[in-house]
């Protein structure tokens, strides 16, 4: 055995024995969980759009229509994720399902946002091992501007304590490009954080889940940090901070 080959044996050996030290499979070891897309939810779909260019500079690109939930999006790319302007489609007069909802929000806000992974299967089990309600992953499609259409399989993760704090998670198909490789550039992600009364109970779950979101003790709140080519912002549950 050559020394490379012996490197290669010790690396396999270490990874084992941290697998085992960890208590947890190697497939769960080997699963990959990222932050897919924040959703910033708007009354007005247009205006919402208009005024998330304005910040940023950068234009959000009409993204398509979700057809029986009433709600439509813009996107632009942060980098390995992207940001989804959601709001009533503005071609259900008066707004249907989700878009009702949105249409009567007070101003924009973010929502939820959702955690991509190789494994959607996996993640729901470690899900419901964690004491959440996790359905099935149901496949979704969405026909793009260009005639494209996207596939992936979904599934929500619900707590009675925790709403939309609790991400949804996507499995994108290995045919459909990541919005965020074709969505407009020039933002840059930069941190995802949230804060809850229950701070530690909800870090519990973003730790079984292995979610890369900080969680911190206060008022319910999310807080996305942007990079943009008009400077850094701090986008919220409440609204735009600076």
């Given at each position: 055995m050559n020394g490379i080959a012996k490197i290669k044996q010790a690396l396999i050996g270490i990874a084992a024995y941290l697998i085992a030290l960890s208590g947890l499979s190697p497939v769960a070891v080997a699963q990959e969980v990222e932050i897919d897309h924040v959703?910033?939810?708007?009354?007005?779909?247009?205006?919402?759009?208009?005024?998330?260019a304005d910040l940023t500079g950068v234009d959000p690109v009409f993204g398509g229509v979700h057809p029986g939930r009433g709600s439509a999006n813009y996107l632009?790319?942060?980098?390995?994720?992207?940001?989804?302007?959601?709001?009533?489609?503005?071609d259900e007069d008066p707004p249907i399902g989700r878009g009702a909802g949105l249409a009567v929000l007070d101003g924009p806000e973010i929502q939820t946002f959702a955690i991509r992974t190789n494994d959607i299967d996996g993640l729901i089990a470690r899900a419901r091992a964690a004491g959440?309600?996790?359905?099935?992953?149901?496949?979704?499609?969405?026909?793009?501007?260009?005639?494209?259409?996207?596939?992936?399989r979904a599934t929500t993760f619900e707590s009675p304590d925790?709403?939309?704090?609790?991400?949804?998670?996507?499995?994108?198909?290995?045919?459909?490009?990541?919005?965020?490789?074709?969505?407009?550039?020039?933002?840059?992600?930069?941190?995802?954080?949230?804060?809850?009364?229950?701070a530690a109970e909800l870090a519990r779950i973003y730790e079984a889940l292995a979610i890369p979101v900080e969680v911190s003790p206060g008022e319910p709140n999310f807080m996305l940090?942007?990079?943009?080519?008009?400077?850094?912002?701090?986008?919220?549950?409440?609204?735009?901070?600076e």
């Open positions: 959703l910033w939810g708007v009354p007005d779909l247009a205006a919402g759009a208009a005024e998330m632009f790319s942060m980098g390995s994720s992207y940001l989804e302007v959601i709001g009533p489609d503005p959440l309600t996790a359905g099935d992953a149901e496949p979704g499609s969405r026909a793009t501007p260009s005639g494209a259409v996207l596939h992936w925790f709403g939309g704090f609790i991400p949804f998670a996507i499995q994108w198909s290995p045919d459909s490009p990541h919005p965020a490789t074709t969505s407009p550039a020039g933002v840059e992600f930069v941190s995802l954080a949230v804060t809850h009364p229950k940090t942007i990079d943009t080519p008009n400077g850094r912002h701090v986008l919220t549950g409440k609204g735009i901070a």
